[in-house]
């Protein structure tokens, strides 16, 4: 029914900069929050940063002043730029969205498959 593909992750210098994308198709009615969320090797899950359909943003302490959420809601994409990269920032990073498949209909939580991004020293 619906889908979210990741893309952009690779590997990185620290100090370096990569953008993530993350874009949601199939029957998509309309979407609230956006997110990404990291898993480094032996931790848990962690949110990186969501944003609202009207742009509203929130960040991980961590994250404040060297990552960027926005989205573009006409297609159904949300992306992070992230910069000053460090190896700690290496981790499988995922989106999700909430989304609604019909008007009137509730909202369900779809996530991505996930891309690796890793930050060499």
């Known amino acids: 029914q619906v889908q979210l593909v990741e893309s952009g992750g690779g590997l990185v210098q620290a100090g370096g900069s990569l953008r993530l994308s993350c874009a949601a198709s199939?029957?998509?009615?309309?979407?609230?929050?956006m997110g990404w969320y990291r898993q480094a090797p032996g931790k848990e899950r962690e949110l990186v940063a969501r944003?609202?359909?009207?742009?509203?943003?929130y960040y991980a302490d961590s994250m404040k002043g060297r990552f960027t959420i926005s989205r573009d809601n006409a297609k159904n994409t949300v992306y992070l730029q992230m910069s000053s990269l460090k190896p700690e920032d290496t981790a499988v990073y995922t989106c999700?969205?909430?989304?609604?498949?019909?008007?009137?209909?509730?909202?369900?939580?779809?996530w991505g498959q996930g891309t690796q991004v890793t930050v060499s020293s």
């Open positions: 944003i609202s359909k009207t742009g509203g943003t």
């Open positions: 199939g029957s998509i009615f309309n979407i609230n929050l």
């Open positions: 999700n969205a909430d989304v609604a498949l019909t008007a009137g209909s509730n909202y369900y939580l779809y």
